[in-house]
């Protein structure tokens, strides 16, 4: 880690000078930045940022409690920065709370070492903070090489970084963009439920080197956030038989004779809690291959064909 940039002004300082400031500038350049001043070769936990959050000059603390629904928050005055996190917070959960508020802190410190530039409003700084935690904690160059040697597992990629599974689920849109059509849906149960499950979580990224290869139309055909999972499904198969299950072909035209999709949904099962959440990721047919990875590894009941139904 670098001594000289001992405090996070200090880093501001720096990405005003490289690049004017902030504007047009995406949240992998300002986390490729910061990794390679302060983390280097260093492995991105939780110890870790502990440590580059020191040398930054903030003071974390933890707290048994939160006001509502909140995981984290910051108090900057003057030369203090305080960053408070939620203790009983899962490791992977404090680690996106100290770079969220950290990212946050950034853009407050910018506004003020830069008088031009216009600082994001609430909603943008907050999409804006949770984009920098996740290309901090899960580089794009390399997490994307893992998705596809996985078979866009995000299951198995959660324990390969140790991170969660919708932090996972949501950064394989980012770095698929642009390259893929990729759908993904998180489900879970809701709270004090074990029967009632609904879509948390949920990314899509797009082909935009060939247009024709992206799936559009039928709106509400492809799970949402907040859809409850709908009797025989792909995911109501996975959640009541514990294992995973695969379409291998989705057609969606009322002749069938559409390539149409293909879909995997996978569960996390924990020893002590069973069925915790069911990861499924939807593709174009043609391009299933992409799923072998995962196919040969979780060995997935087939089921051949669904119409309109996922």
């Known amino acids: 880690m670098n001594n000289d940039f001992s405090c996070l002004r200090i880093f501001c300082h720096h990405v005003v000078r490289k690049y004017g400031g902030l504007q047009g500038v995406s949240e992998e350049q300002i986390a490729r930045e910061f990794r390679a001043i302060y983390f280097k070769n260093l492995p991105v936990n939780l110890k870790t940022l502990k440590t580059v959050a020191a040398i930054c000059g903030i003071e974390l603390k933890g707290l048994e409690r939160m006001p509502g629904s909140m995981r984290g928050y910051h108090e900057l005055y003057d030369d203090r920065m305080i960053i408070y996190f939620k203790t009983g917070d899962s490791s992977s959960g404090i680690q996106n709370t100290i770079l969220h508020e950290m990212r946050e802190i950034i853009e407050t410190l910018v506004a003020d070492i830069n008088p031009g530039y216009t600082p994001l409003r609430t909603t943008a700084r907050h999409i804006a903070a949770n984009k920098f935690a996740s290309a901090v904690l899960l580089p794009e160059e390399t997490f994307r090489g893992k998705v596809y040697q996985t078979g866009l597992d995000v299951v198995a990629l959660s324990k390969i970084y140790s991170k ?93 004779t559409d390539e149409g999709l293909t879909a995997i949904a996978r569960p996390l099962i924990e020893p002590d809690a069973g069925t915790v959440t069911v990861a499924e990721v939807i593709l174009l047919l043609h391009d299933g291959h992409l799923l072998g990875q995962q196919i040969d590894r979780v060995k997935p009941v087939m ?8």
């Open 164 to 256: 969660s599974c919708s932090q996972v689920l949501l950064r394989m849109g980012e770095v698929l963009q642009g390259r893929l059509f990729f759908h993904a849906a998180l489900y879970e149960p809701e709270p004090d439920s074990e029967t009632a499950w609904k879509v948390s979580y949920r990314t899509v990224s797009y082909n935009q080197e060939d247009p024709g290869s992206n799936f559009r139309g039928m709106d509400g055909f492809l799970p949402r956030k907040g859809r409850p999972v709908r009797p025989g499904s792909l995911a109501d198969m996975a959640i009541q038989k514990k294992r995973a299950y695969m379409v291998r072909r989705i057609s969606v035209l009322d002749d069938m």
């Open 303 to 310: 089921v051949e064909h669904f119409h309109r139904h996922i």
